[in-house]
């Protein structure tokens, strides 16, 4: 059987797709195989050999290439290897590996920075005042800021990814603290707004019993009340009471007025010497806040720390 070398050279153009692993995307490294093989020939019969070495290639690359955008070219690894489908045959393949490396800098200026930005700034938020609701507003607007990032993003990546990417699960992980911290200042508002209620409630009913005793007897005034309401009864009228009284009607409204009253009566005493206290709710309010917020910014550091590991390694 004769051997010989055969020399081909032909230039073409080759376009072709390679899955990508977007997992940590904009930091990611891509690699895309080109195997050269040949399907009648067996191993026997020929062999490929490229024409020049990897140094070689590697360097003609770089200088075709003109136009990289957003990648940088790393390299070009070729390597032989023998297919065996079953039998003694054997099938000679020639592979050419490439590999780039994406630029990150946009991503990260445009993406990256502007959501952790946005954290910080809902972590500052902590420590503005809930008067004239502010705060409820720059947190909402902080939420529609990280939206409009995450639409950004949901353009840039492909929907056919196995596994989610690190920045993918950065952004949703940044909206639900977001989230949570806007319920948790809606709450805030609502508790500050009830004791304003309690507080205007308190202030109508301390004009009664300052009116009639001291604080501590407040509770014993609406008996004396329904006494005294009683003796009018029994005082009034007592021919109509031996008699037919249930067809007394100024006796009936008198009654009714009198029953009003204690049941007003009963309603101030009960909110001023009942167990809340002035300012009781925003107590309440800024120690739920308080606690949040510690809560807050452990679980937004060791997220941070977290998700910078899964990016960097």
């Known amino acids: 059987m004769s051997r010989c070398i055969i020399i081909v050279i032909d230039q073409r153009r080759l376009t072709t797709s ?33 024409f020049a070495s990897d140094t070689e290639v590697n360097h003609i690359t770089r200088e075709s290439m003109t136009t990289l955008d957003e990648w940088d070219f790393l390299g070009i690894a070729m390597t032989e290897e023998e297919l065996n489908y079953g039998g003694d045959e054997k099938w000679h393949q020639l592979i050419y590996k490439i590999t780039l490396r994406r630029r990150p800098l946009l991503y990260i200026i445009n993406l990256v920075v502007p959501i952790a930005f946005f954290l910080v700034l809902d972590l500052a938020s902590f420590f503005v005042s809930e008067a004239k609701g502010e705060k409820l507003g720059f947190k909402v607007t902080i939420l529609l800021s990280i939206s409009v990032l995450l639409l950004i993003l949901n353009d840039i990546l492909p929907s056919t990814a196995n596994n989610l990417p690190v920045i993918a699960i950065y952004c949703i992980v940044i909206f639900a603290l977001t989230g949570l911290s806007l319920l948790e200042t809606m709450l805030m508002s609502f508790l500050i707004d009830m004791d304003s209620r309690v507080d205007q409630d308190v202030q109508t009913s301390a004009k009664t019993c300052e009116e009639t005793q001291e604080e501590t007897e407040c509770r014993r005034e609406p008996e004396r009340d329904v006494e005294s309401s009683l003796e009018k009864v029994d005082t009034f009228n007592k021919k109509d009471l031996d008699g037919n009284w249930l067809n007394n009607p100024y006796l009936l409204q008198l009654i009714l007025k009198e029953v009003q009253n204690v049941r007003q009566e009963w309603f101030s005493v009960n909110v001023r010497c009942g167990k809340k206290k002035p300012g009781y ?4 309010a800024r120690r739920i806040d308080q606690a949040y917020f510690c809560l807050y910014l452990i679980t937004t550091i060791s997220f941070l720390i977290f998700i910078s590991f899964m990016w960097l390694h």
Do not use: G, N
Request: glycine content about 0%; proline content about 3%.
């Open 18 to 50: 390679c899955k990508m692993d977007l997992y940590r995307f904009p930091l990611d490294t891509q690699s895309c195989s080109i195997t050269f093989k040949s399907m009648i020939h067996r191993a026997s019969e020929i062999k490929l050999r490229a």
């Open 281 to 284: 709710w925003e107590k309440v």
